[in-house]
């Protein structure tokens, strides 16, 4: 399968579970991986034909900064839904880093995978 890639996305956000996490911003780290059939804007030379990164990233740089959550689980998930939805991406893995969160760590996080599931005729 080919793929789209977007790696490492530097977002800030209100983000965590903690007294003094809702009073700082953190930056966040997204890695994104999309199932894309990329041969269709290669014969073509055309950006409209492409899953355009660019665009992507855009989408996630507005909704992420003006997110506010505890848990990186629920931000990934939500993130992951809205490239499905409104990039028509059937499958993605995405890894969201919260750098400097645990001493002694370089970043920790979650990595999602998720893929939409054919729909039957039945
Ligand atoms: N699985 C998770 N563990 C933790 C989270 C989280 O979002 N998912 N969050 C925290 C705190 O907010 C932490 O990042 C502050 O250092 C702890 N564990």
């Known amino acids: 399968m080919d793929k789209v890639f977007i790696e490492a996305l530097e977002i800030d956000a209100l983000i965590g579970i903690y007294d003094w996490e809702r009073r700082i911003r953190q930056t ?7 199932g894309f ?4 804007p290669a014969a073509s ?6 899953l355009n990164y660019k665009a992507v ?3 996630l740089v ?3 900064s003006q997110s ?11 993130c992951a839904q809205i490239v ?11 890894k969201l880093s919260k750098p400097g969160a645990v001493r002694g760590a370089r970043a920790v996080g ?4 998720r893929a939409r599931t054919p729909q039957g005729n039945g």
């Open 57 to 59: 990233s855009k989408r």
């Open 37 to 40: 059939d990329n041969r269709v």
């Open 84 to 94: 499905m939805n409104e990039f028509n991406v059937d499958w993605l893995r995405l």
């Open 45 to 50: 030379d055309d950006i409209a034909h492409t």
């Open 110 to 113: 979650v990595i999602i995978e």
């Open 62 to 64: 507005e909704y992420v």
């Open 28 to 34: 966040l780290v997204f890695d994104l991986e999309m």
């Open 68 to 78: 506010d959550f505890g848990l990186v689980e629920t931000l990934a998930e939500r």
